[in-house]
T-cell receptor, first 111, second 115 residues
């Protein structure tokens, strides 16, 4: 039973354009959502998060949107850069405890 | 300020041997999580520990796997009698505690290969 889903295994975007990565969850108890970026042979790196009391959080080129009624969140990267090419994981937790990760989306930013 | 430290980075074991993976959390972090990533798959939760306590081990296989986080020293993930299917990347993460707004910080993982 996958509580956090990322239905696109991969995404290719042209440099300078917007990248939109999507994530859906099933557990309504989740109240904290995060995005991580992972390069090969490295650990995941925290990018940005959002709590359930907000619907948007922005940090530089990265913006996360949360739609609680749809149990959906998305990560927007604009403008996309070749260095953004990595696997992106969506994660969710409830009460700051167990963090559940999605299967990841591989983003390729083409020069 | 050192991040989460995992060692070894690479570990090769023959079938039937024991594997011990170590994790030192970030300074000031008292909560440790272990995740496993099989090839071409996502991060699967294994176990969540506080100092001297296992909080949630619902993701741990029932046999051969154990974890501890002693009062002093690193957290240890132990796999006894390893099999080929245990070959994976094992990631440790830490956080300051179970409060919302505290993301997990990950180490660079231990890549276990069972031959």
């Amino acid at each position: 039973d996958q509580q956090v889903k990322q239905n696109s295994p991969s995404l290719s975007v042209q440099e300078g354009r917007i990248s939109i990565l999507n994530c859906d969850y099933t557990n309504s108890m989740f109240d904290y959502f995060l995005w991580y970026k992972k390069y090969p042979a490295e650990g995941p790196t925290f990018l940005i998060s959002i709590s359930s009391i907000k619907d948007k959080n922005e940090d530089g080129r990265f913006t996360v949107f949360l739609n609680k009624s749809a149990k959906h969140l998305s990560l927007h990267i604009v403008p996309s850069q070749p260095g953004d090419s990595a696997v992106y994981f969506c994660a969710a937790s409830s009460y700051g405890q167990n963090f559940v990760f999605g299967p990841g989306t591989r983003l390729s930013v083409l020069p | 300020n050192a991040g989460v430290m995992q060692n070894p980075r690479h570990l090769v074991r023959r079938r039937g041997q024991e594997a011990r993976l170590r994790c030192s959390p970030m300074k000031g972090h008292s909560h440790v999580y272990w995740y496993r990533q099989l090839p071409e798959e996502g991060l699967k939760f294994m176990v969540y520990l506080q100092k001297e306590n296992i909080i949630d081990e619902s993701g741990m296989p029932k046999e051969r796997f154990s974890a501890e986080f002693p009062k002093e020293g690193p957290s240890i993930l132990r796999i006894q009698q390893v099999v080929r299917g245990d070959s994976a990347a094992y990631f440790c993460a830490s956080s300051p505690g179970a409060t919302m707004g505290s993301p997990l910080h990950f180490g660079n993982g231990t890549r276990l290969t069972v031959t």
